[in-house]
Structures are given as structure tokens and as C-alpha cells.
């Protein structure tokens, strides 16, 4: 038998491949990997990130509730780990600084189309130390961005809102270079938000907001991998298709 | 929000620069731009305002202020500018708060004798530009008010009211009534109503009621401009299914000061498009809105940003703005603007700075050295080793939907309501995948399929992960996944695709062809040739020697990517492949 050896290997997924070379590229930047309940408390998922009680996000139709477990969501974001990784060290007696990436599972109750997923993936960074900037988070997502994508990544900010940052920011990038993929190359695209964290995120995990400030932003993954790869329906990450898997 | 430039102009000295430089300019200082579009000779901005200051840019003067600081020009027309006086006083209209809480401020304006018409072109324009249909000179001054300073007016027929004491109480459980929409609806004591003696003239902040809409019999008008709490009118609005240009507004939280602006615009304009006498106002205002401060150094600005800004820098972003500071030894403190209720911390200042400046002008510094060591995730660890393992064995990975159709856990509300569980086992998934699969082995030139999936499940009363394998000799099983002491993650492979090619959903054919091989002639190129487009795969599959003479087996993957190929056609592709083998001497087994 001569078969061709990569029809013996199995293919990994490619979010999966995205989340290795996403650790690591942040693990040369210091980061450490954290992860968190998919099934997560309101707490948590919302008050502790600063969300109001009555904001429109908590209401039936964006998230999943579930029956027999009142006040948990499916997490509508990484975000909740941010505050559980920062009350974990502060418990163990560590102080700032801290740098974190949670890549994982999220959800958001909607129809699927090409485009909409209910549950999709999202990675979370999280820096909290003096040298926090917005200048250094621009150049901590232009490292991740250029190190994924291909090519120089320069990193646009457009102002947003977010009820856990402050200053909120829109993310916008723009590849440059030969080695970026030619179809994304010198056009800006939307990539997630970001922001510096709230003051009452920071009190909320017990770190004091007067001694320390963060940054924190989101991307998608799926998005970043649609891109990446010219995928054009967010559903066959789900779908469990060799067709598509391996491919990669 | 639509935002007309034609209206914007008016708050100016000069007409504004086109829409697509406006656009831009809140783009990248205030708001995301959802597109602009011709309307006559004007150009509609979708502006989506953030959540944050839906208390003071949900009008046409929250854009022009914005856009005022933006590019440096004057606002010269601004409603806002002056306090205004409500007078005079009228003691026919009475107004009776019994749930202050619910409802900060209700001030009536009482005109008499106006005259009910068509609404002047101009006014008809403005709002038609907005998607608003023009209806009658009252309703339309009420609705350019709102569209214009954010506050939300209603007017009222004052003849058909019945009474003129005026109160704001909760509605009476199963309390119908028929808004301005001529529909019918039935109330909750959750919510508000606008009463005139007994009778509900209006659901609170959301829509006025039938009995008392202007027409053109109309003659006196209550006019009201209340402040109603934001939650309570965003839960009636949905619980009603009634969101109205007022419920949104009053939804995002505005300033009770805000309405005595609404109804001094609102009188002016009534009275120049209606005539009519102005018979006074009634203004319930238990507990002013106090006055707001917030402070901010020059140094936390430049330590949020990474910036070397001046003191210089951060009082002319607060003049333009129009927010009033004083400085003392680099401290500024501002003294907030009462509809710009979103300004309370010093971070909220540093965004203002931030905004206006513009975020370009930050520069991208990489992170420092970081002085701890990273931790090493055990989870992540012993999943990574995991699955280079199993690629090695030949399991490709996939991620199967947690949402099942039976488990423990039941989502209450799935939109599509399909698969309402959480799983409790990833095997049904993985068995499903491995049947999936299976039809396409010969496309993918696989010999078995093996997959495998790290999953989270809830099972006996617990998240958990679990790792499950199938193949097409294993049943679907899994096992608890542990997490692993490892003191780094390796350097693993990760995918060198370059880009994703799609696959064809219609139905392939294989056919087999072995060959005696002839010399160095190759077989797969004159297969390859012959088969064309349609044969997708073309892979050596067996291959072995007796004596001298060396055999070679092709499997040949047929597939369209427009239709499913019939066995006819495939069959005639097969025959030109065996025609042009046998011509270049190979003798086909």
C-alpha cells in the first residue's frame, strides 16, 4: 500500500488551530490561558461587569436562560472570566500585574443564517498593570492581529459603548504586506471591541480600581477565522463536516 | 436615528459640509454611521447613538452638538442655550403626581383657540426626511420638537379631555385602552397612565389615547412635556409590543430638565403654525435635578491614553464640547451639562478627550516585558496533547452543538425552539457526525472515519468536559477528560491552510481504473487530462509488483458543482480515459 501520508492524520478544527496559535502568540507577550463555566451566574455574566440590572441585553430575547437555575445565562461573552480569573488570584494572595486570554464558548439566542451563530466562539484578553494603556492595547491586538492574519496589522480605534470598559472602543484592522492574505490586504475591517476596564469591574473582583487600571478586549473567533480563511457560512463550524474540517 | 443634514444646517451659522464628511467625522468621534441616503435635495444619516448617550444625542441638536466639537464650529442656534421661564402660571389645568417615583416631572401648557390645518412645506420635509408622516400642524410641531431636542411632547384635544386635573397614576389591571393607533390595549397596574379626573387619556411615555386626539374640530390643547422612568416605560413598551419614537427616548433615561425646553419649543412653534392663546403652564417638579460635577487630572488622562497630552489639549476638547471647568494646578472640574447625564467618573472625561481628540492620534506601543511567568493551563495542556494524539491515530476534530434534544438542563427560551436541552453526553452528536460523514469517505480519500470532540456536558447536576471518540468501527463513547500536570504546551503544528475552497453539496461517483505501469509514463497525468473538471479527486490507492510488472490502482472521485452527474456521463468520461490509456500503451487490468 502507498497511500499519501496525510490520509493517515486526522485534521484538527480550525478554531482549535486558532486558539493554539492565538496562546501562542500571547504566551510570548506573558499571557497565561484561563477558562470558565459555559453555564455562568449572573453575577458574573452581567452585574459584575457592570451591566445594569434593566439593560436591554438581560432581556428574554439575547440570552439563554435555563429552566430550574434562576439568575444563569449561557455566557453571552468571555468577559465573565475576567472577573474570575482577577478574584482567583487576588483569594491566592497575587496582586496585579496580570495578563490573560480566554478563548471559549458563547452564545446569543437568535435565528442562525450564513452570518449568525446561537453559539460561536470569542477570545477575551484582559491586561491589568500600570503600564495599561490605550496606546499598549493597540499594540497588543496589532501583535495578535499581524501574528494570525498574515502581514503588518495596523490597529484603528472608532468610539463605542461598552458597560464594562471606559473608554469603549470599536477595533478596526488593516493588513499590510505581502504576506497578508491578498483579499483582506490594505482594506479596513471590523474585528470586535475593546476599551479599558471599568473601575467598577476592577472593585467588583476586589483589585483596587485607585491602585490599577486594565485594558480588556473581545474578538471573534469565528469572524477571524472566516476572514482568515475566506469562510463564507459561520455554520460550518458546527457542522462537524470533514468537507470543511479538513481542509485545515 | 434618521438625522436630516438639511435640519442639522439650522443649528448653524453656514450650511455643514456634505453628509459623507459628517459622516466620518461622527464615525470616528461619536457614533457608528449605519448609511446616508438622498431624500429630495437632502441626505438622511442613520446615526446609531450608543446606549450611554441615548440621555442627550437622540435629536438632531445631540448630533449638531456633537458635531459642533467635532469640527470646531459654533453651534449657533441652540434650543438648549437659554433657561427657559414657563409663564405664565395657569390654575385651570391642575397636575396631580401619585407616583413621583415613576414620574420626575409633568408640566402641562394650556393654549386656547388655535386652529388645526396642514403643516407648512418646510415642516412637512423635516419630517418626512426623518420617515415621519406629516399629520396635522400640532401633532407635527410635537413630533420636530421631540426629533429635534430629544424631548418626547404630546398634545392633547383639551375640550375632549372631560376634565382638566391632570394626574399620572398606575393603571388598573385589565384596563383597556385605545391609543392613538385605534387599537385596543389592556393595561397592568406595572404601568403608567395619564388620567384626566378618572378617565386614562394616555399609557405613560409610550402613546396618547384615542378619546382625546387632535382633529380638526380641535380647539384648546393640553400640551404635555413629562419626564416618566426609563425602565418602567421600556417594560410597558415591550410588554405591549409598542416601542414609539417617546418610549425609546424616554427608555434611554433623560433629564427632567430637558422638558421644560420641549414645551417652550413646542409652545413657540404651536402658536406661530396655529395661532391661539396661550392661557399658562403647570409644572410638577417635585425634586430638581441637582447639579453634576466630575473631575479629572491631566495626569490620569495621559495615564489612561499613553499620551503626553497639555492642559491646553483637554481644555479646548471641554470648550468645544461645551462643558464648563475650572482648573486648578492640572486638576479640571467640570460642571456637567444637565442632559449629559452619562458624565460621572473621571474614565467617562478621559473618553470626551479621548473621542475628540481622536483616537488615531494614539500610537501603538507594544506591551512590556512582563515580569511574572505565565501560567501553564492544565486544562489546555492535556487537551492539546490530546488531540495532537488523536490526529496522530488519524481522528480529525469536531465541535458538535451543545443544544440537544434531550439532557438534564432545558433552555427556556430558544428562539427556534429546536433542540431546547443542554447535552448530557457528546455521543449522540458524534454519532450523527460519523453517519454525516460517511458518504463522502472516497471525496475526503479517507480508508475510515475517526473523529473526535472536547466538549462540555451536563451531567449528573454538573458542567463538565468530556472527551468522546467515534469511528466506523468503534461505536461513539467517552470519557471523563482530566487535565494534565505539564510544565509547557510544546510547539504544536498549527494549520498552514491558506484558504478554504468550497465543496459541491451534490452526490459523487467513484469509479476504479488499475493500470500495468509502462516505463516512466505517467498514468495519473493522462488520467487527469482525460477525466477533466468533474473528476475532483484522483488518488493511487493500491499498488504492487509481480515480477517485473508493476500495478496500479486509481481511484477516480466524480462530482459537480451544479448538478448531480448521472452514471451515463460518467461512464463515457471513464471510456475516453481507457481509450487514451490503452493509446499511450498501458494494458488496463
Request: a negative charge; one cysteine or more; proline letters at 5%.
Amino acid at each position: 500500500m502507498d497511500m499519501p501520508p496525510d490520509a493517515q492524520f486526522g485534521h484538527l478544527h480550525p478554531i482549535s488551530s486558532l486558539i493554539r496559535e492565538a496562546n501562542q502568540i500571547f504566551l510570548r507577550m506573558g499571557f497565561t490561558l484561563a477558562e470558565g463555566p459555559l453555564l455562568e451566574s449572573e453575577w458574573y455574566n452581567f452585574d459584575a461587569l457592570n451591566v445594569p440590572k434593566d439593560h436591554p441585553s438581560r432581556d428574554m430575547q439575547d440570552t439563554f436562560f435555563v429552566k430550574d437555575m434562576p439568575e444563569h445565562v449561557l455566557r453571552t461573552h468571555t468577559s465573565p472570566v475576567q472577573v474570575r480569573y482577577m478574584e482567583s488570584q487576588i483569594k491566592k494572595g497575587a496582586e496585579p500585574p496580570y495578563r490573560v486570554i480566554v478563548p471559549g464558548k458563547i452564545f446569543r439566542n437568535e435565528a442562525t443564517d450564513i452570518t449568525h451563530e446561537a453559539e460561536f466562539f470569542q477570545i477575551e484578553g484582559l491586561v491589568v498593570e500600570q503600564t495599561a494603556t490605550l496606546s499598549t492595547l493597540k499594540g497588543t491586538l496589532s501583535v495578535f492581529l499581524a501574528g494570525i492574519m498574515g502581514g503588518e496589522a495596523e490597529v484603528r480605534f472608532r468610539p463605542s459603548f461598552f458597560p464594562f470598559t471606559e473608554p469603549s472602543l470599536e477595533v478596526d484592522m488593516r493588513l499590510t504586506g505581502q504576506s497578508a492574505p491578498e483579499k483582506l490586504r490594505d482594506k479596513w475591517i471590523e474585528m470586535g471591541g475593546a476599551g479599558m476596564v471599568h473601575p467598577n469591574v476592577l472593585k467588583n473582583a476586589g483589585v483596587d480600581p485607585k491602585k490599577y487600571r486594565g485594558f480588556a478586549f473581545g474578538v471573534g473567533l469565528d469572524r477571524l477565522a472566516m476572514l482568515k480563511w475566506g469562510i463564507d457560512d459561520v455554520r460550518y463550524m458546527h457542522s462537524a463536516d470533514l468537507r470543511f474540517i479538513n481542509q485545515f | 436615528m434618521k438625522i436630516s443634514k438639511l435640519w442639522l444646517d439650522k443649528f448653524f451659522s453656514a450650511p455643514l459640509p456634505e453628509a459623507s464628511i459628517l459622516a466620518d467625522a461622527l464615525t470616528f468621534h461619536a457614533f457608528e454611521i449605519d448609511g446616508i441616503e438622498k431624500a429630495g435635495d437632502d441626505e438622511v444619516l442613520d446615526v446609531k447613538v450608543t446606549p450611554n448617550r441615548g440621555h442627550d444625542a437622540l435629536s438632531h441638536r445631540g448630533i449638531a452638538k456633537e458635531l459642533s466639537a467635532i469640527l470646531k464650529l459654533p453651534l449657533t442656534n441652540d434650543p438648549l442655550a437659554a433657561h427657559p421661564v414657563l409663564a405664565p402660571v395657569t390654575t385651570e389645568v391642575t397636575v396631580d403626581l401619585q407616583r413621583t417615583v415613576l414620574c420626575k416631572r409633568y408640566i402641562a401648557g394650556y393654549i386656547k383657540g388655535i386652529k388645526v390645518g396642514p403643516s407648512p412645506e418646510w415642516l412637512r420635509a423635516r419630517l418626512e426626511a426623518v420617515g415621519q408622516r406629516s399629520i396635522n400642524n400640532i401633532v407635527d410641531a410635537t413630533n420636530f420638537v421631540m426629533f429635534n431636542t430629544g424631548q418626547p411632547l404630546h398634545a392633547f384635544d383639551a375640550g375632549k379631555l372631560g376634565s382638566l386635573s391632570l394626574g399620572v397614576r398606575a393603571a388598573q389591571d385589565g384596563e383597556v385602552m385605545v391609543a392613538l393607533d385605534k387599537k385596543s390595549y389592556t393595561l397592568k397596574k406595572s404601568m403608567m397612565v395619564i388620567t384626566a379626573g378618572d378617565a386614562s387619556v394616555g399609557i405613560a411615555g409610550v402613546k396618547g389615547g384615542m378619546p382625546a386626539a387632535i382633529d380638526e374640530s380641535t380647539k384648546d390643547i393640553i400640551i404635555e412635556s413629562a419626564n416618566f422612568d426609563g425602565v418602567s416605560v421600556r417594560k410597558t413598551a415591550a410588554a405591549l409590543k409598542l416601542r414609539t419614537d417617546a418610549s425609546t427616548r424616554f427608555e434611554q433615561v433623560i433629564s427632567p430638565e430637558l422638558a421644560s425646553y420641549g414645551m417652550q419649543s413646542a409652545v413657540e412653534l404651536i402658536q406661530k403654525l396655529a395661532g391661539g392663546e396661550l392661557a399658562g403652564f403647570v409644572d410638577a417638579y417635585p425634586e430638581p435635578q441637582k447639579p453634576m460635577y466630575a473631575s479629572v487630572t491631566v495626569e490620569k488622562v495621559n495615564q489612561v491614553l499613553g499620551a503626553s497630552l497639555t492642559g491646553a489639549d483637554i481644555a479646548d476638547v471641554f470648550v468645544r464640547l461645551g462643558l464648563p471647568y475650572k482648573e486648578e494646578s492640572g486638576v479640571f472640574e467640570v460642571s456637567v451639562p444637565f442632559e449629559r447625564l452619562d458624565l460621572m467618573i473621571a474614565e467617562d472625561l478621559v473618553e470626551e478627550v479621548a473621542r475628540i481628540i481622536g483616537y488615531e492620534k494614539i500610537s501603538a506601543v507594544p506591551l512590556p516585558a512582563f515580569d511574572k511567568q505565565p501560567e501553564i493551563n492544565k486544562n489546555f495542556a492535556a487537551a492539546e496533547s490530546l488531540r495532537e494524539e488523536l490526529i496522530k491515530q488519524g481522528y480529525s476534530e469536531v465541535c458538535t452543538s451543545i443544544f440537544a434534544d434531550k439532557g438534564e438542563r432545558m433552555v427556556l427560551n430558544k428562539v427556534d425552539s429546536v433542540r431546547p436541552y443542554l447535552r448530557s453526553s457528546l455521543v449522540p452528536g458524534l454519532a450523527e457526525a460519523l453517519a454525516k460523514n460517511k458518504p463522502n469517505k472516497d471525496l475526503l480519500g479517507l480508508k475510515e472515519i475517526k473523529l473526535f470532540e472536547i466538549g462540555t456536558v451536563w451531567s449528573a447536576g454538573t458542567e463538565i468536559i468530556m472527551l468522546g471518540t467515534v469511528t466506523e468501527k468503534e461505536k461513539a463513547s467517552e470519557k471523563i477528560f482530566a487535565p494534565a500536570n505539564a510544565g509547557n504546551y510544546g510547539e504544536l503544528p498549527v494549520s498552514t491552510a491558506a484558504r478554504f475552497e468550497h465543496f459541491s453539496k451534490y452526490p459523487y461517483i467513484v469509479r476504479d481504473i488499475a493500470v500495468w505501469a509502462v516505463g516512466d509514463t505517467d498514468a495519473e497525468k493522462i488520467i487527469r487530462e482525460q477525466a477533466g473538471p468533474l473528476a475532483v479527486k484522483i488518488s493511487l490507492f493500491d499498488r504492487f509488483e509481480k515480477g517485473e510488472k508493476i500495478s496500479l490502482a486509481y481511484r477516480i472521485v466524480f462530482q459537480s458543482f451544479d448538478r448531480t452527474l448521472t452514471e451515463v456521463e460518467v461512464n463515457e468520461i471513464m471510456e475516453k480515459v481507457s481509450v487514451e490509456l490503452t493509446k499511450q500503451g498501458f494494458e488496463i487490468r
